[in-house]
């Protein structure tokens, strides 16, 4: 069955860092792109990064860049959002998501997602 | 970056009703969009990928259509596991951008 499970969201300060877990089963992440997808209390999504299946290139929406990190450890068949120097702006439920074989972007499985606040 | 813009932003409809969801694109994406689906509390779900080719699993009732920088989702026969907001999404450029989302609501 495949399924992505998200955790370590939670409140932190502005400036504050927090990483985020997304635990995969059902499929290798050797095998397909990984993203991360936000969405703000009452709004829209918003793509943010992602990652190759390869893991040798990742890329970032403006926003995060310089700030965000993203990985995976396809052993462990775990993904990884590494956030810092965080903001009251980045207050937002959190997605991973897979990205369809051979399609970029087209998100075909997403995680329950979990909830960052920033806040002092 | 190329802006989703979706209209309606909410509507209003009855079970049985014929739904159309209109989304335009700041630029063209050839047939690069996709339509997801979120109801209140959880994640989005693709109903639709390159234009109109329909995610395994998803209802006949949903399809869509368009090219270039216009594009439709068409619910044939709105039942009431459709109530939720439905959002496009380009898949053409990077970074990969959503519309604001359209809302369908009970009437």
């Known amino acids: 069955q495949v399924q992505l499970v998200e955790s370590g969201g939670g409140l932190v300060k502005p400036g504050g860092s927090l990483r985020l877990s997304c635990a995969v089963s059902g499929f290798s992440l050797s095998d397909h792109y990984m993203s991360w997808v936000r969405q703000a209390p009452g709004k829209g999504l918003e793509w943010i990064s992602y990652?190759?299946?390869?893991?040798?290139?990742?890329h970032y929406a403006d926003s995060v860049t310089g700030r965000f990190t993203i990985s995976k450890d396809s052993a462990k068949n775990a993904l990884y959002l590494q956030m810092s120097s965080l903001r009251v702006e980045d207050t937002a439920v959190y997605y991973c998501?897979?990205?369809?074989?051979?399609?970029?972007?087209?998100?075909?499985?997403w995680g329950q997602g979990t909830t960052v606040s920033v806040s002092s | 970056d190329i802006q989703m813009t979706q209209s309606p932003s909410s509507l209003s409809a009855s079970v049985g009703d014929r739904v159309t969801i209109t989304c335009r694109a700041s630029e063209s994406i050839g047939n690069y969009l996709s339509w997801y689906q979120q109801t209140p509390g959880k994640a989005p779900k693709l109903l639709i990928y390159?234009?109109?080719s329909l995610q395994s699993g998803v209802p006949s009732r949903f399809s869509g259509s368009g090219s270039g920088t216009d594009f439709t989702l068409t619910i044939s026969s709105l039942q009431p596991e459709d109530f939720a907001t439905f959002y496009c999404q380009q898949s053409y450029g990077t970074p990969p951008t959503f519309g604001g989302g359209t809302k369908v609501e009970i009437k």
């Open positions: 390159d234009t109109s």
């Open positions: 998501a897979r990205e369809l074989k051979g399609y970029y972007f087209v998100m075909d499985v």
């Open positions: 990652i190759t299946n390869s893991g040798r290139a990742t």
